[in-house]
């Protein structure tokens, strides 16, 4: 066990975690110890210690953190997390020290440049000693003041909620990890982060998202930290919205997928497909997203819109890969993973930004399905085609038990060895999103077939709950199941463009 004394001040950041903020967080996995605990925080703060955000200079971002609270939150053992980080410390570049530091005066002055990522991120620990996570999130990510500000030209805008979802939603996942687990260092980071992200396209979230509502109830979460409760009355099962005026997510994307204007015209340049998609697309994009609906009259409005954000970039990952066999894209992957954590952060939200959270969420979810080519779904397809059980190779026969078919009493839950085998896989990304998938099979697992018959998404009424252990088996076979032998391979990065 790795004995390293550090800073007092940045042990703090990184204390042992708090429980998940509400039911609709992801749980802790059984097989937590003093030992995976003592590995995952000498990671943490070994890392925010001797590490850049970033491990090269082109922006690719250091996932270290990440992996290893996933590790942990699945039950990963002491001895895999810091076999792992050492893995993972390889390729990392070296921490420095900012030129001078950040201040409310110059707050604007330096984003998008990765020099000043530790001034930024000792700027955010500050702010959230002193306000708490709650009123810092509000402030410099959701209110109008750090998103658009009178007199500055438009290149120059702050625009830090678009920094937040950009980068394939790192500085989204990197705060996600900081709330549900009660780490302030990770949510500093993770602020810290979102300004060293560069604007895509100015205006892609527009300046009259943030036009200031009368009161947005943040005292009541301002002053708690990973413990709050979103609704005392609130369930992982919330109930379908009243039908009438809602438009479903679903609903937007049967759009998307056949607006004409839209029509992929074949692989993008690696580098600049998002930009380059943006730029020729935001305005068609965000004129669909806009008209998603999100009525906070409405009881239980935030789970359920949060729910359709999940199941969209689930069905965008699993369905959009299907097409007589699967391909992991490696950018929509990102889209399940980040949608993990909009339980956690909604819950530390006011209302006015939690449905800012989920527009601009969906904004760039949605763009990024066009990055890689629109793929339609076949549902039925898919369906007929996928197992909802693991077939790991080299499995040991087990013997018959009684009354219990045999494939059964092989794989009593398919989830076991998914997550047994991806916490050592060597991919960074594999665990984390098996972990998102294990999850959303347990809130919504038991949605039925016809569920969401009522929305314009073609075929959408073959999908059940099933859907999250079929992606996570096929996502197991498209990336080696290495622990049980194969090789390891890679995720996609040629798109699904037909």
Known sequence: MNTKVYDEKVEKLFPAPSPPPTVLCPQRWPGCNPESL??????????????????????FHNHITHRALAIYALGGSGPVIEALYKQDSKIQRAAFISPHPITAQNFVDH???????????????????EKGASATLDEFIFSEKY???????????????CRFVDGVFHSLIHCGYGVEFGLKGMLAEGLSLGAMHNIPVPGFLPRSMFVAQPSDGIGAVMNSFASLVLDSQSSAMPLKAPSGQDTHAFSILARVLKDPRLASKGPLNFA??????????????????????????KPGEIERKIEECIWTSSVMYAL???????????????LVTSSLFLPSLVTYLSPRAQVLLLRAYLSSAI???????????????????TSTVPNPPNSPAVPPVEGIPAQDAQTPNPFLPLVQSSIVHPNDHHAKIQRALAHFSTIYGARPKGYFAGTELDGAEELDGSLFVRAAVLTADYMGWVREGEEARMWSLKGLHV
């Open 320 to 334: 959009g890969g299907w097409r007589n066999g699967f391909t992991a894209d490696f950018f929509l992957m990102h």
């Open 111 to 129: 984003l998008g440049d990765e020099n000043y990522y530790e001034a930024y991120t000792t700027f955010f620990t500050k702010a959230i000693d």
């Open 272 to 297: 600049r497909q998002y930009l380059d998609t943006v730029v020729a697309h935001g305005d068609t994009i965000r004129e669909h997203v806009q008209k998603w609906t999100v009525d906070l009259s």
């Open 147 to 161: 998103n658009f500000q009178p007199g500055r030209d438009v290149e120059k805008q702050p625009e830090m909620l």
């Open 367 to 385: 763009a990024w399905f066009v990055v890689i080519g629109r793929p339609s779904p076949n549902f039925k397809s898919f369906f007929e085609s």
């Open 38 to 59: 003592a590995a995952m925080r000498h990671v943490l703060i070994d890392n925010h210690t001797r590490h850049h955000i970033f491990f090269n200079n082109i922006q």
